[in-house]
């Protein structure tokens, strides 16, 4: 690797007047100048003085102009994000242009105020000078936005704009507005419920893991709008994190979330939730998957129950000598209580000795 030390004791041909002469020539057929006067401090303070002249022009005019805020009303169970450079400058220290609409709320409402200024670079001119033209985004069309994204594009159906600041459930109107919105919500939020129920009765099993946070959100929602009237199954058999459990590898059908061994073909989930129900045996296969502080577990596990087996035998053991024993004595005793009639018999009726 070179150090600049290398590089200071390299020979360096200087071009003659013949090479400066063509170098200059083609940089004035491709730039329309030398690369030192396209280049120069000159010329690129005039192009950035005609940018800021057009900027002050153009706020000027929107400043007569004087553009009112617009409102942007979320009622749907996700944030609404427009990508882009503009919309970036709208959002919320978390990222967040328009919050999602939680259960039970009625609305999010965001307001977008004041003009916002793009740059459209539209090449250099004659005069060899970079021309960049400030393009004016008045709130109307940045709220429109939301308006493209999620009605014309998604089509979810509650998300509406208008102009003012005013809250959505002030004015007659904006009420109307307000719960036409929440009929077409409504209305795609049961699509997706739909979607999640094909989903879940997928007989391999395997359509359940395109059951979302959204479909859950979804269905919670129409609950609380008393739409549906109990829960879904797959609402009740996702996890915290809003999705459903994995379909079991081995036949791809989707138990229990607890479940520590599938009731269909008997495939270990949990195997040391299964070694402790007393479901496997020590030495199961599926304790190949355990871990180390789970050996450890599965070890004091069997520790313990070979030595309750152990005294459990020891226990078995001395009561079956216990039994035995007195089994004994009860023979002697009932020996005992016959003496010596007992060697008698009896002929003809008669007692005789043998």
Same mark, same amino acid.
């Given at each position: 690797?070179?150090?600049?030390?290398?590089?200071?004791?390299?020979?360096?041909?200087?071009?003659?007047?013949?090479?400066?002469?063509?170098?200059?020539?083609?940089?004035?057929?491709?730039?329309?100048?030398?690369?030192?006067?396209?280049?120069?401090?000159?010329?690129?303070?005039?192009? !950035?003085?005609?940018?800021?002249? /057009?900027?002050?022009?153009?706020?000027?005019?929107?400043?007569?102009?004087?553009? &009112? $805020?617009? *409102?942007?009303?979320?009622?749907?169970?996700?944030?609404?994000?427009?990508?882009?450079?503009?919309?970036?400058?709208?959002?919320?220290?978390?990222?967040?242009?328009?919050?999602?609409?939680?259960?039970?709320?009625?609305?999010?409402?965001?307001?977008?105020?004041?003009?916002?200024?793009?740059?459209?670079?539209?090449?250099?001119?004659?005069?060899?000078?970079?021309?960049?033209?400030?393009?004016?985004?008045?709130?109307?069309?940045?709220?429109?936005?939301? !308006?493209?994204?999620?009605?014309? /594009?998604?089509?979810?159906?509650?998300?509406?704009?208008?102009?003012?600041?005013? &809250? $959505?459930? *002030?004015?007659p109107e904006l009420k109307s507005r307000l719960e036409v919105a929440r009929q077409a919500r409504n209305r795609w939020l049961l699509r997706k419920v739909q979607e999640a129920e094909a989903d879940w009765a997928d007989s391999s099993g395997r359509g359940r893991k395109n059951i979302t946070e959204l479909h859950r959100k979804a269905a919670e929602i129409l609950l609380h709008e008393k739409i549906l009237k109990q829960q879904p199954a797959w609402l009740l058999a996702t996890n915290e994190a809003g999705k459903a459990?994995?379909?079991?590898?081995?036949?791809?059908?989707?138990?229990?979330?607890?479940?520590?061994?599938?009731?269909?073909?008997?495939?270990?989930?949990?195997?040391?939730?299964?070694?402790?129900?007393?479901?496997?045996?020590?030495?199961?296969?599926?304790?190949?998957?355990?871990?180390?502080?789970?050996?450890?577990?599965?070890?004091?596990?069997?520790?313990?129950?070979?030595?309750?087996?152990?005294?459990?035998?020891?226990?078995?053991?001395?009561?079956?000598?216990?039994?035995?024993?007195?089994?004994?004595?009860?023979?002697?005793?009932?020996?005992?209580?016959?003496?010596?009639?007992?060697?008698?018999?009896?002929?003809?009726?008669?007692?005789?000795?043998?």
């Amino acid at each position: 690797m070179s150090t600049l030390q290398d590089l200071e004791k390299l020979a360096v041909a200087l071009p003659n007047d013949q090479q400066w002469s063509a170098a200059a020539a083609k940089q004035q057929r491709e730039m329309g100048g030398t690369f030192d006067k396209v280049f120069s401090p000159e010329g690129y303070g005039e192009g !950035v003085r005609r940018m800021h002249q /057009k900027r002050n022009e153009t706020a000027a005019l929107m400043a007569r102009l004087s553009p &009112k $805020p617009w *409102s942007v009303v979320n009622l749907m169970p996700f944030p609404l994000n427009v990508n882009g450079v503009l919309h970036s400058h709208l959002a919320n220290p978390n990222g967040v242009q328009v919050p999602e609409c939680p259960v039970g709320q009625d609305f999010q409402h965001k307001v977008i105020k004041g003009v916002l200024y793009s740059i459209k670079d539209e090449g250099a001119g004659m005069d060899n000078l970079d021309n960049y033209t400030p393009v004016a985004w008045d709130p109307s069309i940045l709220a429109q936005d939301y !308006v493209i994204e999620f009605l014309t /594009k998604m089509g979810c159906g509650g998300v509406f704009i208008y102009e003012g600041d005013q &809250k $959505p459930d *002030s004015l007659p109107e904006l009420k109307s507005r307000l719960e036409v919105a929440r009929q077409a919500r409504n209305r795609w939020l049961l699509r997706k419920v739909q979607e999640a129920e094909a989903d879940w009765a997928d007989s391999s099993g395997r359509g359940r893991k395109n059951i979302t946070e959204l479909h859950r959100k979804a269905a919670e929602i129409l609950l609380h709008e008393k739409i549906l009237k109990q829960q879904p199954a797959w609402l009740l058999a996702t996890n915290e994190a809003g999705k459903a459990p994995d379909p079991c590898p081995g036949c791809g059908e989707v138990s229990d979330k607890n479940a520590a061994i599938c009731k269909n073909c008997r495939y270990v989930y949990q195997p040391l939730k299964a070694y402790e129900a007393a479901l496997i045996e020590y030495g199961h296969v599926s304790m190949d998957r355990l871990s180390e502080t789970d050996w450890a577990d599965v070890n004091k596990i069997k520790g313990e129950r070979d030595e309750a087996k152990r005294k459990g035998q020891i226990e078995h053991k001395a009561k079956a000598v216990a039994e035995e024993s007195q089994d004994s004595k009860t023979d002697d005793v009932h020996s005992s209580a016959h003496g010596p009639a007992a060697n008698h018999v009896h002929v003809n009726g008669k007692a005789a000795l043998p």
